[in-house]
């Protein structure tokens, strides 16, 4: 499955234009390396997506062949790690 589908699919991301977006940001990785839209994905791989401030680190349990209910879209992922960045503290410019 197509990596922006599969972000669709389990709702990590609520439009697939906007999962595609992240992609070419080079806001998402599978196993660490930065991943294209198109990119094929698997049960056992790692993805990390960092939206803002937050980095989201998800093992891929299932790739399902079409879209799932929203009630077993958390099923399709295991949430490994999530961690929120601090953002640098702003100088006063006065």
Not at 29 to 57: H, M, S, W
Request: hydrophobic share 40%; glycine share 6%.
């Amino acid at each position: 499955m197509r990596l922006d589908k599969y972000l669709k699919v389990s709702r990590l991301v609520k439009r697939r234009t906007v999962a595609a977006e992240l992609c070419q940001g080079g806001h998402v990785k599978i196993n660490g390396q930065t991943a294209k839209p198109a990119a094929e994905v698997k049960p056992g791989q790692t993805l990390e997506l960092r939206f803002g401030n937050r980095l989201l680190t998800v093992k891929i349990a299932q790739t399902p062949e079409k879209a799932v209910p929203a009630q077993l879209a958390d099923t399709l992922y295991e949430i490994v790690q999530e961690i929120h960045l601090q953002t640098a503290p702003r100088e006063n410019p006065l």
